[in-house]
């Protein structure tokens, strides 16, 4: 039998919601920051998956700006029922310390593709929410509830509310069903009903090393629930061997065959390291479910396989190369935007026809008016080039190529101009520090074209400028890539992030009107 290979989902996807509709399964994954909102993939057969689109694609759905970094759009879950698809997610607006300041909100379309609804509020007493569609036509709405505290006593266990889509509001009260197992900081709650029982799958262990998924059910729908003995389905932690570090956060699809499996997170570390600059990746486990039994991961442990057995076509990469010529109408959808959707204030790809032409705006590490395009960077190893063609004047202006996980870590190579001359730098952040490295200086005429190329080698990046027709020349010294991960704040005491790398086009300028930064094209190769 074919085999197919996780993450299926490589780079940054974290938080995956799976289902089953009319010969696709579909995944829905959180985006954060990153514009548009909710990414959804899809499938024919489980082993090669592509980008269907995104579900909030208006502010009036989602308003991302001024937004932290790792706020935003957290754990969405997706679902199909009487004719419509049903998504659910939580609209973070800060979450350092005590207090989780989000709102709740459900959106509803008649397609995948859309139109998507405009949101409709449902509550703030947590976050991960999921809806619940009974069998006999009742619509329960479950999340992690969420009590002030500064330790993990924050966590307080799974509530369950009535949602009445007729009112367009919850209704009844909210009541807690499940306070978790030993394992502590439950989230990222999804129901299921199979044989006579309530199935609860959540999310425990926090979102990192410990990181798990468990099942618990009962015969009644607010419980009591049994942990299942079992417990947990699936975990990482305590085995060093594992390819898939930080496996949690799952949720079940069954396909047409009777075939049940586990979407999950998942993160790999560097070589050698333990820091995962991609962040957290979606995998997929095979899942024995017998009539009137617990769900297990059909290996027979709890333990994520790296390869797993399915009946496809051999899969192929969700994807080694991008290559953008910038000569569509609209963005590739593989491009995302930071906190806020172009505009052709900002952003145009027809007024120099083959490029894309931005407009600079705030700095790189703004929470506003970002002049910035990525991609996802999902491997360890790639290579990553543009070609800029800009006439700066001023040190006010600056465009150029960005190695990005927040607005407080990222390596910018970019160009610049000071007293006549061109320059092309690097600019670094390190956990909010920054610092200028190697300067090169051009004189000359304005108006050059710049070719700009990142190379990435596991924890190792550097940087290189050709101007014009000349070589290729190292700006810079050998950079650590690690510092661009979800561990690096976590490790130096800063606090928690939850992104992943992205490869990005940028433009700075304070001055007007500002200066136009063409780019003709963008390359990502994988390297083996």
Known sequence: MPSARNPILPGFHPDPCIIRHDGWYYIATSTFEWWPGVQINRSRDLANWEISGYALTRTSQIDLRGVPDSGGVWAPALSHHDGLFWLVYSDMKAFAGPTKDVRNYLVTAPAIDGPWSERTYLNSSGFDPSLFH?????????????????????????VVQEYSHAKRCLIGRPRKIFDG???GATEGPHLYRKDGFYYLVTAEGGTSWTHAVSVARSRRLFGPYEISPSHPLLTSAGDPRLALKKSGHGSLVQDERGQWFLAHLC???VPGTCRCTLGRETALQPIDWPAGGWPRLAAGDNRPLIEFEI????????FDRFEDDFDQPELSPHWNTLREPPSAEWLTLGER?????????????SLF?????????AHHRCDISTRLEYAPASPQQRAGLALYYNTSNFYYLYVSA??????????VRDNGRFREEAAHAWTGPSGRRFEL???LRDAALTFHCAVDDGPLCPIGPEFDATTLSDDYPLDSGIGWAFTGLFAGLSAQDSTFPPKPADFDWFRYHAIP
């Open 267 to 269: 993160a790999r570390p």
């Open 418 to 427: 000071d007293n006549g001359r061109v320059l092309v730098n690097v600019l």
């Open 134 to 158: 009974d069998d006999d036509g009742r619509q329960w709405l479950v999340n992690q509830l969420w009590k002030p505290s500064f330790d993990s006593a924050a966590f307080d266990g799974i």
């Open 311 to 318: 009946e496809a076509d051999p899969s192929r990469p969700y």
């Open 369 to 377: 008016d970002h002049s910035f395009i990525g991609c996802r960077v």
């Open 181 to 183: 197992s030993a394992l």
């Open 353 to 365: 026809p083959g490029s894309l032409r931005l407009r600079g705006r705030h700095s790189i590490h």
């Open 453 to 455: 190329h990142a190379r």
